[in-house]
């Protein structure tokens, strides 16, 4: 999801099921969101399961601020 300073989702994408973890190295895959037109990205962040209704064994690797 993108989110911006206040906390407020402005897009959201689906991102497909990793496998499960068979070591601490983070799983990765890629994905693409459609950014809503006038926002100010260096205020907003992407993050992964905003709701944390996921299991995990680390959160701390689920978001993005941009520079």
């Not at 689906?14 to 895959?29: C, H, I, K, M, Y």
């Not at 037109?37 to 907003?44: A, S, T, V």
Request: charged share 20%.
């Amino acid at each position: 999801a993108l989110q911006d300073a206040g906390g407020k989702i402005l897009a959201t994408v689906p991102v497909p099921a990793l496998e499960g973890a068979a070591s601490l190295d983070p799983q990765r895959t890629r994905v693409s969101i459609a950014i809503p037109p006038n926002i100010d990205l260096p205020k907003c962040r992407l993050i992964l399961d905003p709701e944390g209704r996921l299991p995990e064994i680390h959160r701390n690797n689920n978001s993005l601020s941009f520079p």
